[in-house]
C-alpha cells in the first residue's frame, strides 16, 4: 500500500495553494460605484469596482455587472458574454470624444452581450461612435441611450453569424446614422427593432446595408419613430446580400425620404405605418424612394400625409 505523505513540509505546501487560490479567482456577479467604487477592489457588493472596464476584467464569461448608482463609467470593450444592467438607479452613462468608441464589442463567435439602461454619450469634438460591434453573435439592448456622436449611433458590423434585438432606446443627434447595419463578409444576420427612436441624425435614421456582406440581412422594425433626419427614416441598401427591411406600426417624419429601398438586393415593406410631412428642401420630398432597382412594398395599409408620392407600388417577388 502506498502512503501519502505528512510531512509539515508537504503540509505547508497544500495550505499555501489552499490559501492563494481565491486571489486569482473571478465573480460571476460583479458590481460598480461612481460613489464608493476603486477598480482595485474585487468587484464584489461589498468592494465595488469604479469602471465599467474593470469590473468586466474581473468578471467570469456568462456574468453580470450591476450598476449601484448615478455616474459615468468610462469606455468599454468587450471580449466575451456578459450582461450589463441598470435597473433604475439613474444614468450610467459613458462620455466619448476624440475619435473613440463608447463600447467596442469584440467577442466570440459564440458570445452573447446583454446591456440595459446605459448611456452612450458624445461631448462634442473629435469623432465618436456610440456602439460597435465587430465579433460576438447576439446584442440585446433595452431601455439605453445613444446621442451626440460625430459618427454612427450604433454600429452593427458583425463579421458571421450574428443577432442584434434593441428596444425601448434612443438613437439621437449623430453626426452620420442613428444605427447603421453593415455586416463584414458573412453572415446571415437577423435583428429586430422595438420601440426605439431615430432622432435628428444628420444621414439615415436606420440604415441596413448590404454591399459588403455574402449573407442573407433581415431586419424587422416595429411600433418606432424616425423623424427629423438628413436622409430617410428607415433605408435598406445592397447590390451584393440579400438584404430585407420590414417595418410595421410605425412612423416616418420630417424627414427627406419617408422608406428608401437602394440596389436590386434590398427590399423595404411597409405595414400599419404613417409618412408624414417630408421635406423637399432636403434634397428628398418623397414619402419613399426606389433607386437601382430597389424594391419598396406596401401590405395596403399604411398612410401617407404631405409628401411628392402617395402611392406605394407592390414589392414584385423575387
Known sequence: MTRMSSSPLFLAVIGFCLQAAPANAQLSRTFVSAGIGNDANDCSRAAPCRTFQAAHNKTNAEGEITVLDTGGYGGLVITKSISIVNDGVGEASILVSGGGTGIDIQAGPASYINLRGITIQGIGFGGSTGLLFETGFALTMTNCVIRNHTGNGLQFSPRGDSRLAVSNTLLADNGAH????????????????????????????????????????????????????????????????????????????????????????????????????????????????????????SFGDNHIFGSGNANLFPLAKK
Request: no cysteine; proline share 2%.
Open 178 to 297: 442613428g444605427v447603421q447595419i453593415l455586416p463584414g463578409n458573412g453572415g446571415p444576420v437577423r435583428a429586430v427593432f422595438h420601440r426605439i427612436a431615430t432622432i435628428n441624425n444628420s444621414v439615415n435614421g436606420l440604415l441596413v446595408d448590404g454591399d459588403v456582406s455574402s449573407g442573407t440581412i433581415r431586419v424587422l422594425v416595429t411600433d418606432s419613430v424616425s423623424a427629423n433626419n438628413g436622409l430617410a427614416g428607415f433605408s435598406a441598401g445592397s447590390f451584393q446580400a440579400d438584404t430585407f427591411l420590414v417595418v410595421v406600426g410605425s412612423q416616418s417624419a420630417n424627414n427627406a425620404v419617408g422608406f428608401a429601398a437602394d440596389g436590386a438586393q434590398a427590399s423595404v415593406v411597409l405595414g400599419r405605418s404613417t409618412v408624414a410631412f417630408v421635406l423637399a428642401s432636403s434634397g428628398g420630398g418623397v414619402a419613399w424612394s426606389s433607386t437601382n432597382n430597389g424594391g419598396v412594398g
